[in-house]
């Protein structure tokens, strides 16, 4: 994704436009932008329409006992993003790059991995796309998802398409937040009850951890950020603090949005509703709650979630191609995201698969590839330290990530057959 502005700054301010210190403040306040940018990637990636769909359907399943998964899937975020995005951001390389110098070789397993399951998320995102607008204005699923691929399309084609990625995931989430905040209120879940369950749950589930980790921080999402700051500038261990910022800021967004969107549909769950998890488990949720304005404002959650995972889907993946052709920089990048968009949308107008199983499947399968990747940067991280820079990283920060990655592979290894059994179900 092209963007501008690499020069040093300060913040000095000066009113003379076109003087230095006001191309420096301009500079200063790009640099914020990209960071906010960077935090709202990484969030709205996580709160994709497949998240949504798994809350949906795993509130009907285990009711309040799915705010343990929720927690398990903070707790892994945090471990996860603030390991990748220092390492990437501590070398200025991306990850397919860092992975190549650690392990020759690797690089290009981790890049084939990250593209194949972000086109299989990310055509999850554009059928989501096209139920969002299917609640919201009553157009058929295709078509909206179709329509839903053109304006994507439209964002990467602009002339700053960078600085357009950042305004429009930020006011997007916003806008998602608020949106969902409301339904909570009206659903009337009960909070007791999910606040011991999520530290004490009645059951748990390895499947449906496995998913929610794989859906809200598995393939490309756990680098969606962390390329993004490269493209801004922000590398180097100088960042080191304001990229830590960035992804727990990040992780506490995604947190109070999944928290909050799943109180809203327990709610409903308590209250004797049954959604039906085969169709659209989300949207009788928000119905149930709030009547027709509440499939409305489903519509409206459920658009805003895809489009965003669409963006950032198509750009991380893309992200990683750089491995193979050094020719796939800036506007020929832009090209490829285009193309990677329209083989999405293309997949989904075939295959047809109904959206809502397709959503809970392809975050499993992010989350089968998630410990591939997290396994290589904690090998980087013990024994090719060297890669990182003359800086010491913080070995308890390696500890968490390696608990956190032994963990993500038991998961994966329990939860292989349960995932595949969703397509058959």
């Not at 963006?311 to 992200?319: K, L």
């Not at 057959?417 to 058959?424: A, E, M, N, T, V």
Request: no cysteine; net charge neutral.
């Amino acid at each position: 994704m092209s963007d501008t502005s690499h020069e040093p700054a300060t913040e000095q301010a000066d009113p003379t436009p076109g003087s230095p210190t006001d191309r420096t403040t301009s500079f200063v306040a790009a640099r914020r932008r990209s960071l906010l940018g960077a935090l709202f990637l990484m969030a709205t990636s996580a709160i994709g329409p497949g998240f949504i769909t798994q809350t949906a359907t795993f509130t009907q399943q285990l009711g309040a006992a799915f705010a343990f998964g929720i927690l398990v899937s903070i707790l892994l975020d945090l471990a996860i993003q603030l390991n990748v995005w220092r390492m990437i951001t501590l070398t200025g390389k991306r990850a397919s790059v860092l992975a190549n110098q650690a392990l020759p070789g690797s690089g290009y397993v981790l890049a084939v991995l990250i593209v194949f399951g972000g086109l299989i998320f990310n055509i999850g995102n554009t059928a989501g796309a096209g139920l969002g607008l299917n609640a919201l204005f009553g157009l058929d699923p295709r078509l909206g998802g179709a329509l839903s691929a053109a304006i994507a399309i439209a964002i990467f084609l602009a002339k700053r398409a960078g600085a357009v990625v950042d305004r429009v995931v930020v006011v997007a989430g916003l806008v998602m937040i608020v949106l969902t905040v409301i339904v909570a209120i009206l659903s009337g879940p009960p909070v007791g009850d999910a606040l011991r369950q999520t530290v004490l749950p009645d059951t748990v589930s390895f499947a449906t951890i496995t998913t929610i980790v794989g859906g809200t921080v598995g393939g490309y999402i756990t680098y969606a950020g962390a390329h993004k700051l490269l493209d801004s500038g922000t590398a180097g261990p100088e960042h080191v603090r304001e990229v830590d910022r960035a992804a727990v800021s990040g992780i506490v967004v995604t947190g109070i949005m999944r928290y909050v969107l799943f109180l809203a549909i327990l709610g409903v769950v308590a209250s004797g509703v049954v959604l039906d998890v085969a169709g659209n488990p989300a949207g009788d949720a928000f119905g149930a709650a709030a009547g027709e304005a509440g499939l409305r404002i489903f519509g409206a959650v459920f658009w805003i979630a895809a489009i965003t995972s669409v963006i950032g889907s198509a750009y991380t993946s893309v992200s990683f191609l750089p491995v193979f052709s050094a020719r796939i920089a800036g506007r020929t990048a832009d090209l490829w995201t285009v193309g990677f968009i329209l083989v999405s949308l293309a997949v989904y107008l075939l295959v047809g698969t109904a959206p809502a199983t397709l959503l809970v499947f392809v975050g499993g399968v992010n989350g089968l590839i998630l410990p591939i990747g997290l396994t290589l940067f904690m090998y980087i991280g013990w024994f090719r330290g060297t890669l990182l820079g003359d800086v010491r990283y913080p070995r308890w920060l390696l500890v968490v990530g390696t608990l956190a990655t032994v963990v993500t592979w038991y998961m994966a290894v329990n939860a292989v057959g349960p995932i595949f059994d969703l397509l058959s179900a």
